[in-house]
């Protein structure tokens, strides 16, 4: 006996169609993740810029101050190593050599 091959109606969901849907449905996801992702850089921004206004910064606080920095220049012109400096000041070579620039 042959087998017959069941017929498809206009009615049933073929693979392509749902294929088709889900990736309709990641695209429509991903524009509203990247909309709120812009929505959060202005709010962002505005916060940021508000807090500038106002005279407020934000970040880690540098570890050398004027002071510091000047007594570094001074020992530095006496001959001292950049290293030597760096300990007894209580921070990095790395640190140090950034803030005195490039002639260090």
């Known amino acids: 006996m042959a087998t017959k091959k069941p017929s ?4 049933q969901s073929l693979p392509t169609q749902r294929a ?13 993740a990247e909309f709120a992702r812009s929505l959060i850089k ?9 807090a500038k206004a106002q ?3 934000g970040g880690r606080p540098s570890v050398v101050d004027e002071d510091v920095l000047t ?7 006496k001959g001292e190593s950049v290293s030597a400096i760096a300990k007894v000041l209580g921070i ?3 640190t140090l050599y950034r803030h005195l620039g490039e002639g260090a």
Do not use: I, N, Y
């Open 42 to 50: 202005e709010r962002t921004r505005a916060g940021l810029d508000a």
């Open 20 to 32: 088709s849907r889900s990736v309709v449905a990641v695209l429509v996801a991903g524009a509203m």
């Open 92 to 94: 990095s070579r790395a």
């Open 71 to 77: 007594v570094a220049r001074a020992r530095k012109a």
């Open 55 to 57: 005279g407020r910064t």
């Open 8 to 11: 498809t109606s206009p009615h």
